[in-house]
Each structure stands twice: as C-alpha cells, then as structure tokens.
C-alpha cells in the first residue's frame, strides 16, 4: 500500500510566522502534490514536484514556496504565515504506473 | 479556466436506495476521470477512476462517462449509512505529472 504521511495533524501559528509542512511517500513516486482545502472552494492546488529539485506552480501559488531535496519528500513553505492561509493542507503522491494520486492524512494549520 | 462542476448538495437517499452523483467539466481534452470519498476530518480516498466512454462497475459503485456530453458520474447501489461522505470528482486533462482538477464536491447522506 502506498503511505503519504504529514508531519503534523494539527498546527497553530501566529501572522508572520515560517511555517514549514512536510510530506513523506514511501513509493518511489515522482510527481507529489500540496493542496489547500477550504469549506465551498473545494481541493486547490498549490505546487507540485515532478523529480527532485523540480516544481511547478499550481493555481494558487502566491504565499508558499516549496522545496524538494528528495524524492520521497516534498515540503511547503510559508514564508510569512496570514491568517487567510488557515486551511487544511494536504500533500498527494503519484507515479510508478499507478492511475492516480494518493493523499496523505492532511494538515490544518491554524494562522492567529 | 479548467472547471469541474458537481452540485453540492446535500443529496439524501433512504438506505438500500441508489444514489446517483454527477460532475460536468469543461476541458475537452480530458483524458481520465477519478471519483474520490472523502470524510469529514479525513483526506480523500480513490474510489473508482475511468477513461473510456461507458460504464465501469467495482461492487456497489459504477461509474459512467460520456465524453460527447463532458459528463461523469458515479451511482452507488444498496446506499449505506457508511456511504454519507463528500464525493469529489476529479478530471486529469493531460500534460506533464499527473496534475487533477477538482470538483468543490457533492455532499451524500443516507438515511436509515
């Protein structure tokens, strides 16, 4: 079975903080995914990673970086946390011949 | 813009009933469909994903795609209270890493 995991399930931060948000797969995957998921607005992607040092801007890039070192990691950055990047976040995997993407548990951060 | 549309719902149906789910999109050049369950506090899990026009049965769940009316669907059979989730559907229209756009989600409640 694929396994995404998030470093954290939970996450309380104040306006201009850095926060960073981690995501691991365990699947040799090449392409993983951060998305932010909020009430109404559905799944919206942030940024991807198609091979190590590799990242393209979703559709919602603005506020976040990324990096990705390793293949199995892929983490997101807040540069300056705001209180409207409170959200649900969730990190996905995709690749080695599978159809689609699996998700990790996601993290909801909360910006005070 | 890229768009899938479903309809929020909530959408309730009687146990042992079938619950029909449905999602447009509007890029032609689609070329997967993905139909995920998500529930509440968790992240999405893939239910069924299709590629050609007709219908693809697993269990309970069918799904049906007609890429002439750039519809999709998914129909669960014999409802079951465990059913009640958020339905997403999912549309890849091609290129590099897999990138999926969202549905914001259909809402299922079945009722005992």
């Known amino acids: 079975d694929v396994k995404v995991t998030q470093s954290s399930r939970y996450l309380v931060k104040r306006t201009g903080e850095k926060v960073f948000l981690e995501c691991v797969q365990d699947?040799?995957?090449?392409?993983m995914f951060w998305y932010r998921q909020d009430p109404g607005l559905g799944l919206r992607l942030i940024y991807f990673?198609?091979?190590?040092?590799?990242?393209e801007k979703g559709d919602i890039p603005e506020g976040y970086s990324v990096s990705r070192e390793k293949k199995e990691r892929f983490s997101l950055i807040l540069e300056s946390a705001s209180t409207n990047q409170t959200s649900m976040y969730l990190c996905?995997?995709?690749?080695?011949?599978?159809?689609?993407?699996?998700f990790g548990p996601g993290t909801r951060l909360t910006v005070l | 813009q890229k768009e899938v549309e479903q309809n929020s719902g909530p959408l309730s149906v009687p146990e042992g009933a079938i619950a029909s789910l449905n999602c447009t999109y509007s890029?032609?050049?689609?070329?997967?469909f993905f139909w995920y369950r998500q529930y509440s506090g968790k992240s999405p899990e893939l239910i069924m994903f299709?590629?050609?026009?007709g219908d693809k049965e697993d269990g309970r769940f069918t799904a049906q795609l007609n890429k002439a009316s750039q519809y999709v669907s998914l129909l669960i059979r014999d409802s079951q209270p465990s059913d009640s989730a958020t339905y997403l559907c999912?549309?890849?229209?091609?290129?590099?890493?897999?990138?999926?756009?969202f549905g914001t989600g259909t809402q299922l409640k079945v009722e005992l």
């Open positions: 996905a995997s995709h690749g080695g011949g599978t159809d689609t993407q699996y």
């Open positions: 699947m040799d995957h090449e392409n």
């Open positions: 990673s198609y091979d190590v040092k590799m990242k």
């Open positions: 890029d032609r050049g689609s070329q997967s």
């Open positions: 299709i590629y050609s026009n």
């Open positions: 999912a549309v890849n229209v091609g290129g590099g890493g897999n990138k999926l756009t």
